[in-house]
Every structure is written in C-alpha cells, then in structure tokens.
C-alpha cells in the first residue's frame, strides 16, 4: 500500500455566508461564493501549499460547493501535477434547503444545548450523520492507497465540521472530544504526516472551547 506522505485539509476561503447569515434566505448553501477577503486567504494558503507540494503530484478531493471550488482554485497549483476528483460526501452539514434566519438562530440555540454531534436539523443532518459519510469516504480514501503510482500528498479541500469530523474518524477521538474542539479558521489547514512509524499524526491540534466532558472510561 503506497501510503501517502501527507494528508492535507484545508477549510475555505470567507464565504459571502461567513460574514452575512441572511444571504441563506436568498441563496442556496452550495451555490454562495468567496469573498474578495476569502479569494486572498485562499491565495495565502495556496503559496504555502505550492512550497510544501514542491514538484510532487497531489491527489486533490473538492467538496462540490462554490466555495470549495474558488478556494481550489485561487491555489494556483500545477495543474499538470494534480488529479481532482469532486467528492459530494465531503460538502457541508445539511441546515435544510432553504433557512429562515429566525429559524435557523433558534436551532443552532438548540443545537448549542442538545449537542453539536447529535443534534439534527429539521430537513437537514446532524453531525453524526455527517460523520457517516465521511467514514465512507475515508474508505475510499483507503482504497486508492493501494494503486502502485498514488501521489505522495492528498488535498482535501472542505468545510470546517467535514475537517474535524474527518480528524475524529482517523484519530478514533470520542464524541467528547470532537464536542470540545472549535473549527479551524477560513483557509486554514490542518495536516496529517506520516512518521516512521508508518503512523500519521496531526501536525497542530484544533482549538478548544472547552474541556472534554465524557460519559465513561473512553473519554
């Protein structure tokens, strides 16, 4: 199995949605674009990206949004370096198909008591749900890593929950864990690198809001 070197994710630039929640009564989630401050972030992180890949070929995974797609893009990496595949399970958590921004305020309120990984939207998905499809497309992930010419470096390029999530599932961390961690900024990266131990570890944690509060030995 040709484990790749490094597992980057990245979360998007600043989405037109980052700084104004009432662009969702208007616009459907998928369809919002970067801000002239997200297509600069993007830039930013798309200049460490090109010095961290160097002349290595990259293995790219985009979340099908707008967004996903502008920050990609604003990268500027080679392209005759890099194979991109569209992955829709790595899109954003449902909120529902079109948000009432009352509504949406009350059941965030609600999602804040109940807890963010179990707690579902009406018509959209809970974290736990989210975390299912990005085990199985971790899964796949897995399975190209036994095609004998996979790149050294995989990208993937999502939203801030898909990252942690993802995070949770490699790491085996527990729902306490994942309930304490804050998501990363826009455009910002985490990344996983493969030790001599033929074992990946995170290069820096996520940030916390709080102190895990478990239910049993796990935690």
């Not at 990609?72 to 909120?95: K, M, N, S």
């Not at 961390?173 to 985490?190: C, I, K, Q």
């Not at 916390?208 to 478990?214: N, T």
């Amino acid at each position: 199995m040709a484990r790749p070197r490094r597992i980057v994710l990245v979360r998007h630039g600043e989405s037109t949605g980052n700084v104004d929640d009432s662009v969702y009564e208007r616009e459907p989630d998928h369809a919002l674009a970067l801000t002239e401050r997200g297509r600069k972030q993007a830039e930013q992180t798309g200049e460490r990206l090109r010095e961290l890949f160097g002349h290595e070929r990259v293995s790219v995974y985009v979340s099908p949004y707008r967004r996903t797609h502008q920050t990609l893009g604003a990268f500027r990496l080679d392209p005759g370096r890099i194979r991109v595949r569209e992955e829709p399970r790595l899109r954003e958590q449902d909120w529902g198909n079109w948000q009432e921004r009352e509504d949406v305020r009350l059941q965030k309120a609600y999602r804040d008591a109940y807890g963010h990984f179990f707690y579902r939207f009406a018509q959209g998905e809970s974290g736990a749900d989210v975390y299912d499809r990005v085990g199985g497309f971790l899964e796949s992930l897995f399975r190209s890593f036994e095609e004998p010419d996979h790149p050294p470096n995989v990208l993937i390029v999502t939203h801030g929950l898909a990252m942690r999530l993802f995070c949770m599932r490699w790491f085996h961390w527990t729902v306490a864990e994942f309930e304490s961690l804050s998501n990363p900024g826009n455009a910002e990266m985490r990344m996983l690198v493969l030790g001599e131990n033929d074992k990946y570890t995170l290069d820096r944690p996520f940030e916390r809001w709080r102190d895990p509060e478990p239910y049993g030995i796990t935690g």
